[in-house]
């Protein structure tokens, strides 16, 4: 198997700010003590906790490719399909950069849809397209993609 794409996410930043957020608020509370300290600081714990989760989400993004098939993960499952599976891929927009949603046909005729968070992942974009141009030029693009490919295209990353 080929190994995964690089993950592009610095998370090393954000889980030392809101951990060193969280203490001095719960600090602060805790040293003056005022009416309900006890809910204040379980509440801070609950939103640090929360916030360290979405951090975590963020690096287990995932995606590899072996001749015609390509594998992703967004946060729980890796997915594997091959390149002739593949029907349609939509753009969405995320803070880091635009991602895919792709549209995958199951052998059952089923269409299931999985995220690609390219965005998050050194050459992703151009390793996803290069893969669509290759393996599933059947595929259809959405506004957002074909204007993704052509900006790859005129910046030569992809063919």
Same mark, same amino acid.
């Given at each position: 198997?080929?190994?995964?794409?690089?993950?592009?996410?610095?998370?090393?930043?954000?889980?030392?700010f809101t951990s060193v957020g969280a203490l001095i608020c719960i600090a602060a509370v805790?040293? +003056?003590?005022?009416?309900?300290?006890?809910?204040?600081?379980?509440?801070?714990?609950?939103?640090?906790?929360?916030?360290?989760?979405?951090?975590?989400?963020?690096?287990?993004? *995932?995606?590899?490719?072996?001749?015609?098939?390509?594998?992703?993960?967004?946060?729980?499952?890796?997915?594997?399909?091959?390149?002739?599976?593949?029907?349609?891929?939509?753009? *969405?927009? +995320?803070?880091?950069?635009p991602c895919y949603r792709l549209v995958v046909r199951e052998a059952d005729g089923r269409?299931?849809? *999985?995220?690609?968070?390219?965005?998050?992942? +050194? +050459?992703?974009?151009?390793?996803?397209?290069?893969?669509?141009?290759?393996?599933?030029?059947?595929?259809?693009?959405?506004?957002?993609?074909?204007?993704t490919l052509d900006q790859l295209r005129v910046r030569g990353l992809v063919g």
């Open positions: 198997m080929s190994a995964p794409l690089e993950l592009s996410y610095v998370w090393q930043p954000p889980v030392l805790a040293s +003056t003590r005022p009416n309900g300290w006890a809910s204040v600081i379980a509440v801070l714990v609950a939103l640090w906790i929360g916030m360290l989760g979405f951090i975590w989400t963020r690096t287990r993004a *995932y995606l590899s490719v072996e001749g015609s098939r390509l594998t992703v993960r967004r946060v729980r499952r890796l997915h594997t399909f091959e390149g002739e599976q593949l029907v349609r891929v939509r753009q *969405y927009l +995320t803070r880091p950069g269409q299931h849809s *999985y995220a690609a968070p390219v965005a998050l992942l +050194t +050459t992703g974009h151009s390793t996803l397209f290069g893969w669509i141009l290759a393996r599933a030029p059947q595929a259809e693009l959405d506004r957002g993609s074909t204007r």
